[in-house]
């Protein structure tokens, strides 16, 4: 069972309203950012673009899109931005 420790808690850990409210908003944005990225890369799965760099049009590898199926460059265009 969780129980209120913030009465107990110093002040340096109680957080305003405002700071709650924008850690709620950043949350979401966050979310709102990542869901973005992956119904990108479905149009591009779709489309038949999906592992394809979006700015060279090189192909990403493997590993990369293991690790974040939403990539959108390959790692010579990674490296110029």
């Known amino acids: 069972m ?29 979310r709102n950012r990542l869901l973005s990225r992956i119904e990108a890369a479905m149009a591009r799965m779709e ?3 999906f592992g394809l760099c979006t700015q060279c049009g090189g192909s990403i590898p493997r590993a990369m ?8 460059r390959c790692p010579d265009c990674l490296k110029i931005c």
């Open 65 to 72: 899109l293991e690790a974040d199926p939403a990539m959108v």
């Open 47 to 49: 489309g038949g673009q």
């Open 2 to 30: 969780k129980r209120d420790i913030s009465p107990v808690a110093p002040d340096c850990l109680r957080l305003t309203r405002e700071d709650m409210a924008n850690t709620r908003r950043n949350a979401l944005l966050e």
